[in-house]
Nanobody, 122 residues
Framework: QVQLVESGGGLAHSGGSLRLFCAAS????????LGWFRQTPGKEREFVAG????????YYRDSVKGRFTISRDNAKNTVSLQMNSLKPEDTAVYYC???????????????WGKGILVTVSS
């Protein structure tokens, strides 16, 4: 059974940091690109960061560039998202995703975690 399980969310103050983790199981991890997406109530899910199969290429949405860093550990089947200089507008449920294609086409992704809440207070 393919599973992505997020951890590490919670509450941070504006300007603070959080690190999200996603543990994968049931898939050939090195065959998949990994990504983080986020969603707030009433809005569409949006791409945040992506990393290719080998970890040699990453890309980000403009609003998080220079603040967030995605990385993966292929030995541990994990992907993480280091979030620095957090802003209240980063508040969302964050989802881990895996796909064979890279860059991502969000509407084609069918492997998702259940999501984890990140709240940034002002």
């Amino acid at each position: 059974q393919v599973q992505l399980v997020e951890s590490g969310g919670g509450l941070a103050h504006s300007g603070g940091s959080l690190r999200l983790f996603c543990a994968a199981s049931g898939l050939t991890f090195t065959s998949y690109a990994l990504g983080w997406f986020r969603q707030t109530p009433g809005k569409e899910r949006e791409f945040v960061a992506g990393i290719n199969w080998s970890g040699t290429h990453t890309y980000y949405r403009d609003s998080v560039k220079g603040r967030f860093t995605i990385s993966r550990d292929n030995a541990k089947n994990t992907v993480s998202l280091q979030m620095n200089s957090l802003k209240p507008e980063d508040t969302a449920v964050y989802y881990c995703a895996a796909d064979l294609s890279y860059p991502f086409s969000m509407y084609q992704i069918n492997i998702w975690g259940k999501g984890i809440l990140v709240t940034v207070s002002s």
